[in-house]
């Protein structure tokens, strides 16, 4: 199997998984239960184990921290 394959099996996995819980997650470490791995995904790990809850909070930070950037040009 390959490489790409692999991480699409996992992204999928990831996906489907997080359906069942979508607000708030499975936890930490849940990326290690479902897949047997680390999830080398910021974004994807934090679907899993917080949800969308978290995930919204994730890019709203990343957003907050693009705009201080431009802000302070």
């Known amino acids: 199997m390959n490489v790409i394959s ?7 996995g ?7 819980k979508p607000l708030i997650g499975f936890g930490t470490k849940a990326d290690r239960r479902f ?3 680390p999830v080398s995904n910021g ?5 899993i ?5 978290s995930l919204i ?8 921290q ?3 950037n431009l802000l302070t040009r």
């Open 6 to 12: 692999k991480s699409k099996k996992q992204i999928d």
């Open 14 to 20: 990831i996906i489907n998984k997080s359906k069942e």
């Open 35 to 37: 897949t047997g791995m």
């Open 43 to 47: 974004y994807l790990y934090t679907l």
């Open 49 to 53: 184990c917080g949800g969308f809850i």
């Open 57 to 64: 909070a994730l890019l709203v930070f990343l957003l907050s």
């Open 66 to 68: 693009v705009n201080l």
